[in-house]
Nanobody, 118 residues
Framework: QVQLVESGGGLVQAGGSLRLSCTAS????????VGWFRQAPGKQRESVAT???????NVADSVKGRFTISRDNAKSTVYLQMNVLKPEDTAVYSC????????????WGQGTQVTVSS
């Protein structure tokens, strides 16, 4: 059973930084795509960043230049470094993992709240 545990959310002032972490268990981590979504109140969930098994990354235009995604396969962990945070970045951030082996499936973390005050 794959499980994802997130940490690192919280309250920060505009212009500040946070680093989110998501650690997986039960998966062959180096054979997965991983990333982050976010959902603000009253808005649709949006993809923030993805780090594919092959090494390529995608970052949403709205956070490009401010957010960086990275992964440590030895620790089965994906990170989201968020700099120059803005109030509009306030949302629940959830990590996801897509297995690229076996029956292939998607898994989600429980979500962590990020609140940016102006």
């Amino acid at each position: 059973q794959v499980q994802l545990v997130e940490s690192g959310g919280g309250l920060v002032q505009a212009g500040g930084s946070l680093r989110l972490s998501c650690t997986a268990s039960g998966a062959i981590f180096h054979l997965t795509d991983v990333g982050w979504f976010r959902q603000a109140p009253g808005k649709q969930r949006e993809s923030v960043a993805t780090f594919r098994q092959g090494g390529s990354t995608n970052v949403a235009d709205s956070v490009k230049g401010r957010f960086t995604i990275s992964r440590d396969n030895a620790k089965s962990t994906v990170y989201l470094q968020m700099n120059v945070l803005k109030p509009e970045d306030t949302a629940v951030y959830s990590c996801f993992l897509k297995t690229l082996y076996g029956s292939r499936a998607d898994y989600w973390g429980q979500g962590t709240q990020v609140t940016v005050s102006s």
